[in-house]
């Protein structure tokens, strides 16, 4: 189980878990340990993202926003837990600021992984926004004062879900 890229221990767990792997049947891997610190670790993480998100996650239409921008560092978790706790969201919204320069604003989105509805090709939409990504995930970073401007040009394209032009960005 994944936490984040930002745990400094997780090349080390990921090491040993290969290790593991390599000489253990699955069941033996399961027991270890360092196997079983990390499931609760990562059991206990989502039971606080939950709460963050049931908190946090305003649905308008078919978007679910999740404003973490009051929290340093924004807080992680299974990234697809949204789409169960709001299961009418086509597409999924995170805004936070950067952990390390509060002066830029991050603004993530992702396809619903079961409301396969989102005709927004969201790295198309992204890449007006100074970021990028693909179809079904993108995120943009700013300076802060674009916020509402992009903000607000963001959801209107996500609330009408449609897809863009070919020549859009």
């Known amino acids: 189980m994944t936490i984040n890229g ?8 990921w090491s040993t878990l290969v290790d593991l792997l390599g000489k253990k049947p699955i069941e ?13 670790e990562a059991t206990d ?3 606080r993202f939950r709460a963050v998100l049931l908190e946090h ?6 978007v679910a926003v999740t404003d973490l921008r009051s929290f340093n560092p924004a807080p992680s978790g299974n990234r697809f837990m949204v789409y169960s706790l709001f299961p009418q969201a086509v597409v ?16 993530s989105a992702g396809h619903s992984i079961f409301n396969r509805q989102c005709r927004v090709n969201l790295g198309q939409m992204f890449a007006r926004f100074e ?4 179809a079904g995930a993108g ?3 700013f300076h802060i004062h674009k916020l509402e401007n992009y903000r607000t040009e963001i959801l209107a394209i996500l609330r009408s879900n449609r897809p863009l032009p070919d020549d859009w960005a």
């Not at 027991?31 to 990390?38: I, L, N």
């Not at 970021?131 to 693909?134: C, I, P, Q, V």
Request: with cysteine; aromatic share 4%.
């Open 6 to 13: 930002q745990d400094p221990n997780g090349p080390a767990y």
């Open 28 to 40: 033996a891997v399961m027991e270890a340990a360092v196997v079983q610190a990390r499931c609760r």
């Open 45 to 47: 993480q989502n039971s």
């Open 57 to 62: 996650t305003a649905v308008d239409g078919e």
């Open 92 to 107: 999924s919204v995170k805004i936070r600021y950067d952990d390390h320069d509060r002066e830029k604003v991050i603004i």
């Open 131 to 134: 970021g990028g990504g693909h």
């Open 139 to 141: 995120a943009c970073s």
